[in-house]
């Protein structure tokens, strides 16, 4: 049977983005390129630990955006398929760094779909030279006083900085 999207599906990009880096920025850009709107989900989950509240990523990557009409940044708790419904999206847009993902997209997938048979995930790889960036990662170089400019946008490195090297 076919799985029936409209003609211009909205598409969504879950995830914490505590911080958003420049893997993540890669994958918003190539779904930008294939679907006409794009919402970034910013997960709020109480039970997770954080570096920035939900509505500091909300403003953090709502700025970065701010120009571009094709995304659109919302926060969301619960379940990401219900969240989709809201949105009327019927696309999950996860991102792919290495066979080390898989496994676990791939059981999210297929319990996204058995929740909601409409939704449909479309993975994307990013650039090879952001494969290996994590939000974790980014998080404990600069924990540890590295240089991550080049791996997140500039006013994120800033702010994060001030949070992480007090
Ligand atoms: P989660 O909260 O699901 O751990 P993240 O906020 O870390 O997620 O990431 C959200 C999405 O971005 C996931 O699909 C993840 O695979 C993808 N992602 C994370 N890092 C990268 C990267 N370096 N390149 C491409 N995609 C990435």
Redesign the pocket.
Known sequence: MRVSVSHQPVAV??????PL?L??A??ISRATQIFPRLIVGI?ENPNKQTVFTPDERLGMVRSLYANDPAVEVRLFSGLLVNFLQQMRATIII????AVS?FEY?FQMALMNRRLSPAAETVFL??KEE??????RLVREVVTLGGDVSGLVPEPIRSLLEERLRR
């Open positions: 990009f879950p995830g914490s983005f505590d880096h893997g993540h890669d994958i997960l996860r991102g792919m760094r993902d997209e790889t990013p952001y494969s290996y960036l994590s939000s």
